[in-house]
């Protein structure tokens, strides 16, 4: 899959608990030029920001296993990492009033890949 985007080699955090879905996203991401790590649920998102340096974004499923989910991951993001992104996707849950914040994007899902390229690569711009 070829997805014009990424300019600079940015790190991002996939989070999500299909691994089907997880390799998707990843290759996706990769295919743009971004490096990824991954994550299978919130609690192994929270270890990888603390232990792997410069993760730009986290791009993240709402609904997984744990006591977080993408919401409350994003909110957890946000207070201890403000420097990096949670952009949220789900076709099923939509978020609260109050999660439109600078470092926060929601991508209802389906999405096109591109779509998701393009907010990922709009919120690194930002913070450059």
């Known amino acids: ?13 996939v989070v999500e608990d299909e691994p089907l879905l997880r390799l ?16 299978c649920d919130a609690d192994e998102a929270l270890r990888m920001l603390e232990s792997v340096s410069d993760i ?6 709402v609904e997984m296993p744990g006591a977080l989910d993408g919401f409350a991951l994003a909110d957890r993001i946000e207070t201890r990492w403000p420097e990096t992104g949670g952009v949220v996707t ?13 470092a926060r994007r929601f991508v209802p899902k389906p999405f096109r890949p591109a779509q998701v390229v393009e907010v990922i690569d709009a919120f690194i711009h930002a913070r450059h």
Do not use: K, W
Request: proline share 4%; glycine share 8%; with cysteine.
């Open 1 to 13: 899959m070829e997805i014009a985007g990424a300019t600079t080699c940015s790190r991002i955090l």
């Open 90 to 102: 789900s076709g099923r849950r939509y978020p609260h009033q109050g999660f439109a914040a600078p």
């Open 24 to 39: 998707f996203n990843a290759d996706m991401l990769t295919d743009a030029g971004f490096e990824v790590v991954e994550a």
């Open 56 to 61: 730009r974004v986290v791009f993240t499923d």
